[in-house]
């Protein structure tokens, strides 16, 4: 079965540079999540999506931003990037805006040098 | 705010010995209570679930209790195997209606010696 895609699964930039993560969600999802786990933290929740709008906003920096596109996949784009930003960035999918069965992908590693 | 709190890990235990992973729960209103899993190199995935107080979540083999008066949602298993190895993440989603995003706690990461 498919499952969430998620691209890069590593990615290396430097300080002040820009990234951006893309999420896949399984087909007929509608509804995307982003999450930042940094080392041997908590996965925080930083943003999701509902049929292509923003539905519950968390700790996103202001130097983030996210969409979700007409196919409903969701990037993430990161800018002016700190070494802090290093981080494990998971995207979850679900069908449904209230639905607690999220089904996560295996996550982009980003390191920020 | 909402918040998860769960033992630290690692934990290591021999096959076949009973777990328990301890989860509290800081939260208005009226939750709904999460384990998750993660196996090595791959995503998270729902093991079990409870939606109100005293509603048991489980699914093989696991099993957690919503207890309201506690504010807990601990994790058990009575007879755990090698591939349990993972790392558990106790979750919760808040009581308002308007909440879709989901709360993790830290990960306990579970270790079975053969």
């Known amino acids: 079965a498919a499952g969430v895609i998620q691209s890069p699964r590593h990615l290396i930039k430097e300080k002040r540079e820009t990234a951006t993560l893309k999420c896949y969600p399984i087909p007929r999802h509608d509804t995307v999540y982003w999450y930042q786990q940094g080392p041997g933290q908590d996965p925080q929740f930083l943003i999701s999506?509902?049929?292509?709008?923003?539905?519950d906003k968390g700790s996103i920096p202001d130097r983030f931003s996210a969409q979700q596109f007409s196919d409903y996949h969701s990037e993430l784009n990161m800018s002016s990037l700190e070494l802090g930003d290093s981080a494990l960035y998971f995207c979850?999918?679900?069908?449904?805006?209230?639905?607690?069965?999220?089904?996560f992908g295996s996550g982009t590693q980003l390191s920020v040098l | 705010g909402d918040s998860v709190t769960q033992m630290e890990g690692p934990v290591t235990l021999s096959e076949e010995a009973f777990l328990t992973i301890n989860c509290t729960y800081t939260?208005?209103?009226?939750?709904?209570l999460f384990w998750y899993v993660q196996y090595p190199g791959e995503g998270l995935q729902l093991l079990l679930k409870?939606?109100?107080?005293?509603d048991k979540g489980s699914n093989k083999g696991f099993e957690a209790t919503y207890r309201k008066e506690t504010t807990s949602f601990h994790l058990e298993k009575g007879s755990v195997q090698v591939s349990d190895s993972a790392v558990y993440f106790c979750a919760l989603r808040p009581g308002y209606s308007s909440a879709s995003k989901i709360i993790f706690g830290s990960g306990t990461r579970l270790s079975i010696r053969p």
């Open positions: 939260a208005t209103g009226y939750p709904s």
């Open positions: 409870a939606t109100k107080a005293d």
């Open positions: 999506f509902y049929e292509k709008m923003q539905s």
């Open positions: 979850a999918s679900s069908l449904g805006q209230i639905n607690e069965k999220l089904f």
